[in-house]
Every structure is written in structure tokens, then in C-alpha cells.
T-cell receptor
Framework: GQQVMQIPQYQHVQEGEDFTTYCNSS?????IQWYKQRPGGHPVFLIQ?????EVKKQKRLTFQFGEAKKNSSLHITATQTTDVGTYFC????????????FGQGTTLQVKP | DAGVTQSPTHLIKTRGQHVTLRCSPISGHKSVSWYQQVLGQGPQFIFQYYEKEERGRGNFPDRFSARQFPNYSSELNVNALLLGDSALYLC????????????FGPGTRLTVT
């Protein structure tokens, strides 16, 4: 079945450093979504990417969708302590069904 | 507008018992999905409902069932609870099943002893 792999599992950075998490799907995706989950919280929607090669920015966050629509990345510039949490990518298969397959997540710790 | 609501917040059950979890979607959202999140892992898809019909089912045993009501709220039922069912159960709503962002509720933390 479809699998979504995400690396790294953990990342510790100094405040102000950049951070990147990568996501790879075993199959072509109709879209990919990114979520952030704070400790003890629930996933919060960040963004959805639909088009091949798409790049979207939200302030210090840059999201990319690969040309083959099988991989994606999230890059945070100049991390802040408020960026702490676990970032998940979630792929929607070729049928655009809304049945999201989540990666294992990357937990970001930011040292002030 | 209120977000997705779930009840109860926490629940402790004994092996072999049955549990019912409830979810109310965002007003106007017709699709509800259920996910199981074990500590340290990403959410795993259980069910998707749209207009009261099951649209998808993940790789979970028949002990898991769900339904959606005319007001689009939903219930997840788990029979014959096992220790391994201990997890955070998340409900997510969206306007329609595919191609839309999903909004998650706070979840129900189920502990099976």
C-alpha cells in the first residue's frame, strides 16, 4: 500500500538557524498537505500543495511539491521558539479521496 | 465559528469493553474522517464518511465501526477493546472528501487497561 516517509525524525536547532523536513511517497500524490502538532495538541493545517513543482510561502515557511508529485519539503528560515512542535506531511493518493496518509513526523526543538 | 468538537476528552476502559467516541464537524462541512494516533507516530486513517455514507476505510479490524448522522456529526465505535487500542483518536472535518484541507478536533485520549 501507499507509504509516506518523512525525515529526519528529530531536529534540534539553535534559535535563528534554518530547518528543513523532507517527505517522500511511494506513489504519485494528487496533493500533499502539511500539518503542525504542538505537544499535547492536535494537528493544525498549514498548507496544501496540488501542482507539480509548486512552491508556496507563508512568512518564514516555504513549502515545495516535487515535479513527480512524490516528494515535498518544508523549510523554515530563522527558527523561533514558537516553531517548536511536530511537523507532518500527509499525502492524498491519486484518486484525490481525502484519505490522508501521514508521515511519521519531524519533531523540531528550538534552543533559545 | 466553532471548530471541530470531540467528546469525551479522556476515557479509560478495560480490555474487552466497548467504547463510543463522538465528533461534531465545523458547520457546513459534510465530510468527517477518523484517525488513530499512537504516541510518537503520525495519525493513521480509520474511516471517512460523506453524506452519511462510508467513503473509505483504513487497515483496521472489524471491531472498528463508524457512522455519520443527518446533521453530519459522527460516532466511532470500537468493540472488544485491546491494550493496543490505547491512542489519541482524532476526528477531522472538511467541506468535501477530497482536495480540501482537513480540520482536526482536539481528540479523545483512550486508555485501555
Amino acid at each position: 500500500g501507499q507509504q509516506v516517509m518523512q525525515i529526519p525524525q528529530y531536529q534540534h536547532v539553535q534559535e535563528g538557524e534554518d530547518f528543513t523536513t523532507y517527505c517522500n511517497s511511494s506513489t504519485t500524490l494528487s496533493n500533499i498537505q502539511w500539518y503542525k502538532q504542538r505537544p499535547g495538541g492536535h494537528p493544525v493545517f498549514l498548507i496544501q500543495l496540488v501542482k507539480s513543482g509548486e512552491v508556496k510561502k507563508q512568512k518564514r515557511l516555504t513549502f515545495q511539491f516535487g515535479e513527480a508529485k512524490k516528494n515535498s519539503s518544508l523549510h523554515i528560515t530563522a527558527t523561533q521558539t514558537t516553531d517548536v512542535g511536530t511537523y507532518f506531511c500527509a499525502g492524498d493518493g491519486s484518486g484525490n479521496t481525502g484519505k490522508l496518509i501521514f508521515g511519521q513526523g519531524t519533531t523540531l526543538q528550538v534552543k533559545p | 465559528d466553532a471548530g471541530v468538537t470531540q467528546s469525551p476528552t479522556h476515557l479509560i476502559k478495560t480490555r474487552g469493553q466497548h467504547v463510543t467516541l463522538r465528533c461534531s464537524p465545523i458547520s457546513g462541512h459534510k465530510s468527517v474522517s477518523w484517525y488513530q494516533q499512537v504516541l510518537g507516530q503520525g495519525p493513521q486513517f480509520i474511516f471517512q464518511y460523506y453524506e452519511k455514507e462510508e467513503r473509505g476505510r483504513g487497515n483496521f479490524p472489524d471491531r472498528f465501526s463508524a457512522r455519520q448522522f443527518p446533521n453530519y456529526s459522527s460516532e466511532l465505535n470500537v468493540n472488544a477493546l485491546l491494550l493496543g487500542d490505547s491512542a489519541l483518536y482524532l476526528c477531522a472535518s472538511s467541506l468535501e472528501p477530497g482536495g480540501y484541507e482537513q480540520y482536526f478536533g482536539p481528540g479523545t485520549r483512550l486508555t485501555v487497561t
